[in-house]
C-alpha cells in the first residue's frame, strides 16, 4: 500500500503541474511551485499519518473516484466535478500566461495561508471520521455509523467546508480572478454533493436526523 500512496501522490502532482504549466506555457511561475508544495506537501503529510493511524481509510481514499458502491448521481457527479478541477487548472494556467488577472501580493498569502488550512481541516476530518470515503456510499463492511464528534459537532461536512478553503485560496495563490469565480462556483457543487448524501446518510441511518437537528450547519456556522 506504501508503494501505491507513492505513486498516485506523484501522478496526482504530475497531472496538476501539467494542468498548470503548459497553459501557462512557463516554469517560471513561483505561486505555481508554492501551490504544489503546499498540496503537495500536506498530502504527504495526512497520508503518512493515515498509513500509520488509520491504514483501511487510507484504502477507501485511494480507491477510485467512480466506484459501483456508489448511487448514480455521485458517479455523474464526480466525473463532472473531475472535468471542472481540470479545465479549472487550465483557465488558471491561461490566466497566467495572458496576464488577464491581478492580484495583490497581501491576497496570494492569503490564499496560500487558505491551503494550509484546508490540510488542517482534512486532517481533522480523517481523525474524526474513519468512514470519510471520497465517494457518498454506505460502507457496511467496516461497521459504518454517523459521526458526531471533532469538527463533526460544529457542521454536518466538515470535509467540505475544508475543501471551501481549497477552492478559493488556490486561485488566490496562483493570482486568478477567473479561477476565484469558477472556484465559488465549486462550493456551489460542494454543497449539492452535501444535500444528496444526507438523503442516502437518512436512509440509512434513522439517527441521522436527529444529528442534524443538533447541528444545524452544513458548511459555514450561522450561514448554512
Known amino acids: 500500500m506504501l508503494r501505491r500512496v507513492i505513486i498516485q501522490t506523484t501522478i ?37 499519518w493515515l ?13 477510485a473516484p467512480v466506484q459501483r458502491a456508489q448511487p448514480r448521481w455521485d458517479r455523474i ?26 492580484m495583490p501580493l497581501w491576497l496570494e498569502v492569503v490564499g496560500a495561508l487558505a491551503l494550509l488550512w ?55 495563490l496562483l493570482g486568478s480572478w477567473i479561477g476565484f469565480v469558477l472556484g465559488v462556483l465549486m462550493i456551489f457543487a460542494f454543497g449539492y454533493r452535501a444535500v444528496g448524501e444526507e438523503a442516502t446518510l437518512t436512509a440509512q441511518f434513522p439517527d441521522y436526523a436527529d444529528y442534524a437537528s443538533r447541528v444545524r450547519y452544513r458548511l459555514i456556522p450561522y450561514v448554512w
Open 12 to 48: 496526482w502532482l504530475a497531472i496538476m503541474a501539467a494542468l498548470l504549466f503548459i497553459p501557462a506555457g512557463t516554469l517560471a511561475w513561483p505561486q505555481a511551485w508554492v501551490y504544489i508544495a503546499a498540496m503537495g506537501g500536506g498530502s504527504i503529510l495526512v497520508s503518512a
Open 77 to 102: 457527479f464526480m466525473i463532472f466535478l473531475l472535468i471542472y478541477f481540470m479545465v479549472w487548472f487550465a483557465v488558471m494556467g491561461l490566466d497566467q500566461r495572458f496576464g488577464w488577472s491581478h
Open 51 to 63: 498509513y500509520v493511524h488509520d491504514p483501511a481509510l487510507l484504502r477507501q481514499r485511494m480507491a
Open 118 to 172: 484546508t490540510n488542517y481541516a482534512f486532517w481533522r476530518v480523517f481523525r474524526a471520521n474513519s468512514y470519510a470515503a471520497p465517494v457518498v456510499k454506505i460502507q457496511q463492511d467496516r461497521g459504518q455509523r454517523i459521526i458526531t464528534a471533532g469538527p463533526y459537532a460544529i457542521v454536518r461536512h466538515p470535509l467540505y467546508a475544508g475543501a471551501i478553503g481549497f477552492a478559493l485560496g488556490a486561485p488566490l
